[in-house]
């Protein structure tokens, strides 16, 4: 069974940093893309970054570009977001999602979800 | 990259069809047939429910269909139970810069 469990949300101020994690299990990780996809309170999703199944290709929506930084360790099963500069509207529970098989664009896999509150 | 169009609601008595539509540009849902469908429930993840244009993951019922025309895509859940009712969001690639870009999101209603 396809599992993805993020971890690392929690309340920051604007400005400060946080690291966002992605475990996965029940697949081979190493194969796919992954990427973060994140919804503000009440809003729609928004997609914040990808990578490549090897990290060679790595890709950011223009409001996250130069602040936010997606990594990946196929060793370790993990995907990461090391988010700098943070500021207000980046509120948002942040999911891990599984692109599908490729080529292709779509997301067949989805964590619950880990909240990031940035606020003074 | 503006999101993709979405009417804010949709509405159905049980066992009626509901149709979504998802409108975007020629830079998008116009010109790849990477237009996928989530269904999302209060409080859960997305889940996907259509991926390029109209084919169906194993599990999703076949009362729910994807087409698309031109810079338009739509969604059709027919046969309407009361477990449909959640929010619907529509996605396409959007090329190499943009990558992904999604829809603003559609709360069907069953009535």
């Known amino acids: 069974e396809v599992q993805l469990v993020e971890s690392g949300g929690g309340l920051v101020k604007p400005g400060g940093s946080l690291r966002l994690s992605c475990a996965a299990s029940?697949?081979?990780?190493?194969?796919?893309?992954m990427n973060w996809v994140r919804q503000a309170p009440g809003k729609g999703l928004e997609w914040v970054s990808s990578?490549?199944?090897?990290?060679?290709?790595?890709y950011y929506a223009d409001s996250v570009k130069g602040r936010f930084t997606i990594s990946r360790d196929n060793a370790k099963n993990s995907l990461y977001l090391q988010m700098n500069s943070l500021r207000a509207e980046d509120t948002a529970v942040y999911y891990c999602?599984?692109?599908?098989?490729?080529?292709?664009?779509?997301?067949?896999?989805w964590g619950q979800g880990t909240l990031v509150t940035v606020s003074s | 990259q503006s999101a993709l169009t979405q009417p804010p609601s949709a509405s159905g008595s049980p066992g009626q069809s509901v149709t979504i539509s998802c409108t975007g540009t020629s830079s998008d849902v116009g010109g790849y047939n990477y237009v996928s469908w989530y269904q999302q429930h209060p409080g859960k993840a997305p889940k996907l429910m259509i991926y390029e244009v109209s084919k169906r993951p194993s599990g999703v019922p076949d009362r729910f269909s994807g087409s698309k025309s031109g810079n338009t895509a739509s969604l059709t859940v027919s046969g309407l139970q009361a477990e449909d009712e959640a929010d619907y969001y529509c996605s396409s690639y959007a090329g190499s810069n943009t990558h992904y870009v999604f829809g603003t999101g559609t709360k069907v209603t069953v009535l």
């Open positions: 999602a599984r692109e599908g098989r490729g080529p292709t664009y779509y997301f067949d896999y």
């Open positions: 990578i490549s199944s090897s990290s060679s290709y790595i």
């Open positions: 029940g697949f081979t990780f190493s194969s796919y893309s």
